[in-house]
């Protein structure tokens, strides 16, 4: 199946810092999303980008999917952005997601 | 997200005991997903649902089972639950106007 590896495992920032995540997949994609997991415990949907860019205030996300991966870009960093950030990707026509393991986030005030 | 909600939001049961958690979504996506999510392991998917009375395995379906009489509820049943089954749950609905889905709150299942 589809492979999706995610950069670094683990990013500490200051509040007010810049940070680009990455998302690297091994195969063609129909479906690509980002979800932060705040401290509690939700999945909250940040994109669907499955090509592209899109911007939604500090936050931003591209996807080259001809070179297969995507970054997420977090400007401003506040310690509410603090959690886990996933990649998602499908890509066969049943829209099952494979996630990738996460990037743990820690800003620090 | 709106609109998706899951019963009991926290269970404890005792081994061998059967267990039903319960997903509800009122957008009328067409499908459903029922995933685990462990330390070290990400969010793997369970069982999913393409449609009423339709549905198929994920990667992680040994000892549950499913089911969806209604568009709305997808049901995920542990028959005889075991320790190796305590995670926290996730039920999703996506696929109405694109690959887009969207995740439940989450249950969190601890089984003694």
């Known amino acids: 199946g589809i492979q999706v590896e995610q950069s670094p495992p683990d990013l500490i920032l200051q509040e007010g810092a810049n940070s680009t995540l990455r998302c690297n997949f091994s195969d063609s994609v129909n479906n690509l999303q980002w979800f932060h997991q705040n401290p509690w415990g939700q999945l909250i949907n940040l994109f669907y980008?499955?090509?592209g860019t899109k911007q939604n205030g500090r936050l931003s996300a591209t996807t080259v999917a001809t070179e297969r991966y995507s970054l997420l870009y977090i400007s401003s960093s506040q310690t509410t952005d603090s959690g886990v950030y996933f990649c998602?990707?499908?890509?066969?026509?049943?829209?099952?997601?494979?996630f990738g393991k996460g990037i743990t986030l820690s800003v620090r005030p | 997200d709106a609109g998706i909600t899951q019963s009991p939001r926290h269970k404890v049961t005792e081994t061998g005991t059967p267990v039903t958690l319960r997903c509800h979504q009122t957008e009328n996506h067409r499908y459903m997903y029922w995933y685990r999510q462990d330390p070290g392991h990400g969010l793997r998917l369970i069982h999913y649902s393409y449609g009423v009375k339709d549905t198929d395995k994920g990667e992680v379906s040994d000892g549950y089972s499913v089911s969806r009489s209604k568009t709305e509820d997808f049901l995920l049943t542990l028959e005889s639950a075991t320790s190796s089954q305590t995670s926290v749950y996730f039920c999703a609905a996506g696929g109405t106007s694109s690959y887009e889905q969207y995740f439940g709150p989450g249950t969190r299942l601890t089984v003694t």
């Open positions: 998602a990707v499908e890509t066969g026509a049943n829209s099952k997601l494979t």
């Open positions: 980008i499955p090509s």
